[in-house]
Structures are given as C-alpha cells and as structure tokens.
C-alpha cells in the first residue's frame, strides 16, 4: 500500500556529483524521520543522511560537508545531493521513511518503508 521509489543513481568520476531522489506513495496519513542510507559489497548497511518532518538533519561523519539531504513535504519526497564524490562512496544508497497509513479508516505506525535501492558508482 506504500511504494518508496528512488532514482538519481549512476557512474560518475571522482570528485563529481549526484542528486539521489526518492518519492513515496500510497495511503499515506504522514511521514516522520526520511533517510538514506548505503550498502557497499561485504558491508552492513550504513545510515547515510536522515532528515524530521521538521527539517532536523543528521548526517555520518564521512560525509559530512559534501552530501546534503533536503525533503519536500508536500511531494513525499527526499533528496540527497551528493558533491565531492569518492570512490568509497561506492555503494547501493536506500532510501528509508517512517510512515503512518490510513487503514479502513484507521491509523496505524509508523513503520519502516525501504526503497528499492539505486547503485551509485565512483570511478575513473
């Protein structure tokens, strides 16, 4: 009943950039915390950026100054532009929300929505 979908993936050179978006859909009543987070091969999966409903944002060490997360709260949506790329930042990038969705009526969640992921790759 809820659909995360994410776009903006790709190759890019070293030090170039990337704007990763991801729209949500379905019976939604609202959405709290929206995040990405990234998986590279081996690896657990990491957070990367998470934003409130409010605009709070938190960002992992590794990126912070470069990545930017933003969110349009009246399109669902959650943005991550991603500057200075590095080849560590090679990964699968999820997007993540908490939603709470109207059921016959009712409210229930929040729980946890994932996209379905979108490979970025940083190579020369």
């Known amino acids: 009943q809820v659909q995360l979908v994410g776009s903006g993936g790709g190759l890019v050179q070293p030090g170039g950039s990337l704007r990763l978006s991801c729209a949500a859909s379905?019976?939604?009543?609202?959405?709290?915390?929206m995040g990405w987070y990234r998986q590279a091969p081996g690896k657990q999966r990491d957070l990367v950026a998470a934003?409130?409903?409010?605009?709070?944002?938190n960002y992992a060490d590794s990126v912070k100054g470069r990545f930017t997360i933003s969110r349009d709260n009246a399109k669902n949506t959650v943005y991550l532009q991603m500057n200075s790329l590095a080849p560590e930042d090679t990964a699968v990038y999820y997007c993540?929300?908490?939603?709470?969705?109207?059921?016959?009526?009712?409210?229930?969640?929040?729980?946890?929505?994932w996209g379905q992921g979108t490979q970025v790759t940083v190579s020369s």
């Open positions: 379905g019976s939604i009543f609202s959405i709290s915390t």
């Open positions: 993540n929300a908490e939603i709470r969705t109207r059921v016959l009526g009712s409210i229930i969640g929040p729980y946890d929505y």
């Open positions: 934003i409130t409903s409010g605009g709070t944002t």
